[in-house]
């Protein structure tokens, strides 16, 4: 950490929020951080190199925010809560006042952003909604390219979604679309203690390395079409699941023959690669 830094504690988060007037709202998902060292160990895991431009939503009162500005050269703070987005720059000038100018704060829903000011993002660190964080992160990875990696924490079900292979039972959606964007992997697990409120449910930590989506001549939103479909009625068959999304039920069976996947198989059984395939042989598909 970088000497002039000044992290927050227990204490601190607690008076700062009174002094705002500030009551952490489910509604907005808000539990903030109160651990020094959980913040540390959150950069930790990240890997960040010190040219590395972050982007971090819903840094709330700015626990994580300090931390980061300590090892990189700017972070872009997505904040919507407009009194935490007013109050963050003073916060830093205030703890780490060799860093205030690397700070830039966008008082914004992060699911409608689409162009940040200044240099483009290379890194998305986060402590995100429990509500809203595959959302989230699936918005952010498609409309900012240039992000090369990401750690988030998020409720521990939710981790645990995001990153399971084909085969088991919490594999679906966010597991599926994430793939499209690259690999996701569990990077540790986080208690209760460490938030204020403390929530009802553990927290874990999920690293991300983007790479290159599978070869296929489908868009990506072809392909997650087929995703959608696959696990709306995910005990059916995907020749019964994907009946609406061909048009009908031998339609899907002729477009997964097709892409060589089995019509009696079920959704959680496929790989993003072989929903891409199947994509490419749907109506207005270009091998369709």
Do not use: C
Request: proline content about 8%; aromatic content about 4%.
């Amino acid at each position: 950490m970088g000497e002039t830094t000044r992290l927050l504690g227990p204490a601190e988060v607690r008076a700062l929020a009174g002094r705002l007037g500030i009551r952490p709202t489910k509604t907005l998902g808000q539990n903030f951080v109160i651990d020094a060292n959980t913040v540390r160990r959150i950069v930790r895991s990240a890997g960040l190199a010190p040219d590395d431009v972050v982007l971090e939503v819903g840094p709330g009162l700015g626990s994580l925010t300090l931390a980061l500005l300590a090892e990189v050269r700017r972070v872009v703070a997505v904040e919507i809560d407009a009194v935490l987005a007013a109050e963050l720059p003073a916060t830093v000038a205030a703890r780490a006042p060799d860093a205030a100018d690397r700070l830039e704060v966008v008082r914004a829903d992060a699911m409608k952003i689409t162009d940040l000011p200044g240099p483009a993002p290379t890194a998305l660190v986060a402590n995100l909604p429990y509500n809203v964080a595959v959302p989230v992160v699936l918005h952010l990875l498609a409309t900012q390219p240039s992000l090369r990696s990401a750690l988030v924490m998020v409720q521990a079900e939710v981790a645990d979604r995001m990153v399971a292979p084909p085969g088991g039972k919490v594999y679906g959606v966010p597991s599926v679309k994430l793939a499209w964007f690259g690999e996701a992997r569990r990077a540790g697990a986080v208690g209760r203690a460490v938030f204020w409120p403390a929530p009802n449910v553990d927290s874990g930590l999920v690293a991300f390395t983007r790479r290159e989506p599978p070869p296929t001549t489908a868009t990506r939103a072809q392909v997650f079409a087929v995703v959608d479909a696959a696990f709306a009625q995910r005990r059916k068959t995907l020749r019964a699941a994907l009946a609406g999304w061909a048009g009908s039920a031998p339609a899907a069976e002729e477009a997964l023959r097709a892409a060589g996947v089995d019509p009696r198989a079920r959704g959680e059984a496929l790989n993003v690669a072989a929903f891409a395939r199947i994509a490419e042989y749907g109506p207005s598909s270009p091998g369709s």
